[in-house]
């Protein structure tokens, strides 16, 4: 099968980073996890429309249209408690006895996530950078035969601060 390079197709990795509010890709970036299957998407919802009319006429004067900003969405399937405080929220302590001590994630919601720079690659085909990103994570766990403990992830790309920068950018691999 011949590869078209202008279709974008699979996921290859989500890497994250230290976030850039002046709108600068880290260099230094670690994979994020194992994103479970088919759940990866990044979306732009339409936009808000603001049409003006005169008396009588069915077509618009003025229209004026408000983009929305496109957001990422995946779930990770190996949240580690390391993983739950940094993009849930919380903080890792040691429990138990002195002996038996054990990373425990401790939740109590009212907790900050930091934002950070996210890169999607894909298999082939244009990637994602969002260099300041605003993470919103929670958890979906099913404890049963077919179910699997996961961390859905939904990524708002933030405003940045260098002129000329972008909230989010497609480079082409």
């Known amino acids: 099968m011949a590869?078209?390079?202008?279709?974008?197709?699979?996921l290859s990795?989500?890497?994250?980073?230290?976030?850039?509010?002046?709108?600068?890709?880290?260099?230094?970036?670690?994979k994020i996890g194992l994103t479970y299957k088919d759940t990866c998407k990044f979306v732009q919802d339409a936009g808000e429309v603001t049409?003006?009319?005169?008396?009588?006429?069915?077509?618009?004067?003025?229209?004026?249209?408000?983009?929305?900003?496109?957001?990422?969405?995946?779930?990770?399937m190996d949240a580690s408690v390391q993983t739950l405080a940094a993009y849930v929220g919380g903080k890792v302590e040691k429990m138990g006895e002195p002996s038996a001590q054990v990373d425990t994630w401790k939740f109590n919601g009212t907790e900050d996530v930091e934002p950070k720079a996210i890169q999607v690659k894909t298999k082939q085909g244009l990637w994602i950078d969002i260099p300041n990103a605003s993470i919103e994570a929670h958890i979906n766990a099913e404890f049963s035969?077919?179910?699997?403990?996961?961390?859905?992830?939904?990524?708002t790309p933030l405003s940045v601060s260098a002129d000329g920068a972008v909230r989010a950018y497609i480079p082409k691999k």
């Open 13 to 30: 990795e989500i890497l994250v980073g230290k976030a850039s509010p002046e709108g600068v890709m880290p260099k230094d970036l670690t």
């Open 51 to 76: 049409e003006h009319f005169e008396e009588g006429n069915p077509a618009p004067i003025i229209r004026f249209v408000e983009k929305k900003t496109p957001k990422l969405t995946f779930s990770l």
């Open 145 to 155: 035969a077919k179910g699997i403990f996961l961390v859905e992830f939904e990524v």
């Open 3 to 10: 590869k078209v390079e202008t279709v974008t197709l699979g």
